[in-house]
């Protein structure tokens, strides 16, 4: 936690799955201030308190606020770029740590194909609409959201935060002109060994059809 710029606005508070954040009074420049405070011995590191922050006060290491936005930006072309005829667009996916249960998946993500990025985080309630459009911003065409499947999260409710974010987010889309074909979201269970590559290429197809991005058109 960032004692300094903290607000003490109680969302990762009431965010927590765990209980484990509480307000309260600290010393701070000399004088008493009222901030958010982490039970290390209750925390799991999923990050969701990260993700309702107004102030990007509270991260777990290697999780925060800019580091995932830097992450976030369009992949780089390869070295062998593809012909404008067989344009693919830019795909980001963003990975839970937990739903990908199969070596082949796991090796597929750490070598995608060309056009595509992969990022991991916590849990798929990490992600928040601003980290969407802003990749959309800087170069991405599409969007790959990857939980766990229903009943299946790891940090029992991350999934459900994911999903409803997702659809608050496809209004504000419907708002700034952006299909909402672009940004989905997908669950892989404990059984669903193998089909993340599968999951990949739909939205990658999906973005194809679809083109570049055009704000406001």
């Known amino acids: 936690v960032d004692v300094g710029s903290c607000i003490a606005c109680g969302l990762c508070v009431a965010a927590c799955p765990y209980d484990a954040i509480t307000l309260e009074t600290v010393s701070w420049n000399g004088g008493p201030k009222l901030a958010a405070q982490v039970d290390r011995n209750l925390c799991m590191s999923c990050g969701i308190c990260g993700s309702v922050c107004l102030s990007s ?36 996916v963003i990975a839970c740590n937990w739903c990908l249960h199969s070596a082949p998946d796991i090796e597929y993500a750490s070598h995608p194909p060309q056009g595509v990025k992969v990022v991991n985080v916590p849990c798929a309630g990490r992600v928040t609409p601003a980290f969407i459009t ?84």
Request: hydrophobic letters at 40%.
């Open 134 to 217: 802003t990749a959309l911003q800087r170069g991405v065409d599409g969007v790959l959201v990857v939980g766990c499947k229903e009943g299946e999260c790891h940090y029992k409710q991350g999934n459900a935060l994911a999903k409803g974010r997702l659809l608050a987010l496809q209004n504000l889309l419907d708002l700034l002109g952006i299909e909402r074909e672009r940004v989905q979201l997908a669950w892989l269970g404990s059984l669903d060994r193998g089909k993340f590559p599968e999951l990949v290429n739909k939205v990658v197809g999906d973005v194809r059809s679809l083109g570049p991005v055009m704000w406001g058109e």
């Open 57 to 92: 006060s509270i991260s777990i290491e290697g999780y925060t606020d800019a580091s995932l936005s830097e992450s976030f930006v369009a992949p780089k072309k390869g070295a062998n770029p593809a012909p404008d005829s067989a344009w693919r667009g830019k795909t980001l």
